[in-house]
Structure formats: C-alpha cells, structure tokens
C-alpha cells in the first residue's frame, strides 16, 4: 500500500470517528420570548449570543410566545436548522419548540402530546409534550426528543399536579423502553436543591425509569427571587436534559450558561445576575455533549 493511499484511509477513519463523536443537545427557557409583562422586551442580541454558545445538534427551548419573531431569530443565531413548535402551549401561549441541524440529523416524524396539557383532545391550560423524532445521519440511531415545561410552583396544589405529570412521565419512559428517549425542558423541580417530597416524587420519576438526569452535574440552572430577604437572588435546578442509564454513561460533559455559570450558581444581586437576568431569562442554558 502506497503512502498516498495510507494518508486517505487515515483521513477517512479520523473524519469518520469525528462524524460519530462529539454531537450535543441543549435547553433553554427564553422567558416569555418575547412578550414578558414584568421583565419587559427581550433583549434580542443577547438571546442570540447565548443560544449560539450553547448551539448543540439539537435544541430545546420553552416559553416561545412570539412564534414568527422566534423562528427570525433562529435563522440568524442558527442558519440552516429546521425547527418544530408545538401549536398548544398552555394558558400563556408558552409554546414548545425543538430545532435541529439537518447535516447531523434526518427528520422522520413529529407529535404533540396533549396529555400533558390537562385537556384531554384539546389545548389545555398546562403545556403539552413535543415529540421529534431523528435519525442520526452517522451513527444511523434513531432517537426521539421530546419537549416538555410542567406545572410552574412550590405550593402543595402546583406540586401535587406537577407529580401527576412525573407519573405520565415514568408512563412515557416505560413506553419508550426500547427506544432512544430524550426528556428536555423546564421540568419545575422546585424542591430538587432542597431535596423535599417535590424531589422525592422527581427522583422516584427517575428510578422507576432507570432513567437520570443530567443537571445532578449541575449547580443551578436559573435564578429566582429567593426567600434570602437580603436583596441576594438564589439559584436553583428546574431545568432538565434526561436520559436512559445506558444513553446517560455515554456523556462526556454537562453544562450550564448565561448568569449561572458568570456566577457559579451563588446567591447574587440582579445588578451582578446582569442583562441575561434582566433582559433575557431567569433560566440559563444548559447542554450536554456525548463521547
């Protein structure tokens, strides 16, 4: 074998191992994108820089009021990438949208979930789930994604519905035992840092699953308001990209972005938290990127 010949089969396997290595997926509450009554206009320019920083294969994003404005700022921040939103999205319109990268991944079937919603065949006040069904154009997988925001609140009667949608939830994962199910989105686990019955019920969710989450590697996700009443907001972990325990042993690394990882998830003023708290959202995207 000449050397010529060697170079190519050499350039051949290293393109090849990079095509099945390295792809990644991401979510991203964008708060109201972007009709929020209380933060006010989003800050377009910001959204845009910090979805490209987390720019993965595949993405996930909550709480997408403006549709049409959004789908615009996906063909600049993302040029290229399809995108799927769901068409119900609760009492606020906080739709559900999942975008991908043609080049990595084929689209074969999309569906929305009305389940999740509490309206039985119809839109219902909660947000439904948003299936996306691929195919990965390397490794030849097929994988579902699927898209979901639960029932927002740390009070009894918000918990005990969100708890009804882990049950759907621990449903949905025995459904999909077979298959390559991703769970992404703002999953509300209000207690997980303080590990109360709303992590209890979340972690029973996962174990009845054999199913786990990514942000256990993650300090927070977002911020709120907090209970510190010294002016400092708190962090905390509401957001969410699970995995079946076999998919999970095949990550090579967890992030988070935005305000969280600028403030490593400590106790923090707005004026610190700065514009991505402000004028962007109170959550930060997060990603995971597989070997």
């Not at 898209?147 to 009804?164: D, I, Q, S, V, Y």
């Amino acid at each position: 074998m000449d050397v010529q010949m060697k170079m190519f089969l050499l350039l051949s396997f290293l393109l090849t191992t990079q095509a099945f290595a390295g792809w990644s997926i991401s979510h991203y509450n964008i708060r109201n994108f972007n009709k929020d009554p209380d933060a006010g206009p989003t800050n377009i320019a910001q959204l845009s820089k910090n979805i490209r920083a987390a720019k993965s294969d595949v993405m996930s994003f909550n709480e997408v009021v403006n549709v049409p404005a959004f789908e615009q700022l996906l063909k600049i921040a993302l040029p290229g990438y399809f995108i799927a939103v769901s068409s119900c999205g609760g009492f606020g319109q906080q739709k559900i949208a999942i975008a991908f990268n043609p080049k990595v991944f084929k689209f074969i079937s999309y569906a929305e979930d009305l389940t999740f919603s509490s309206g039985g065949t119809t839109c219902g006040d909660l947000r439904p789930g948003l299936f996306l069904n691929l195919q990965h154009l390397s490794n030849g997988k097929m994988y579902t994604f699927a898209g979901f925001h639960l029932k927002a609140g740390g009070e009894e009667a918000a918990m005990r519905k969100r708890w009804t949608q882990y049950k759907l939830l621990a449903q949905l994962a025995q459904k999909y035992a077979s298959k390559n199910l991703v769970i992404m989105g703002d999953l509300n686990t209000t207690g997980y840092n303080i590990k109360d019955a709303d992590y209890d019920q979340f972690q029973s969710f996962l174990s009845v699953s054999k199913f786990a989450t990514a942000s256990q590697n993650l300090a927070c996700t977002s911020y709120w308001e907090g209970t510190l009443g010294n002016g400092l907001h708190q962090s905390s972990i509401l957001d969410h990209i699970v995995l079946k325990n076999d998919m999970a042993r095949e990550v090579a690394n967890v992030s988070v972005g935005a305000h969280c990882a600028k403030l490593d998830c400590r106790d923090a003023t707005p004026a610190d938290l700065g514009i991505d708290y402000a004028s962007v959202s109170d959550h930060c995207p997060i990603q995971v990127t597989f070997k």
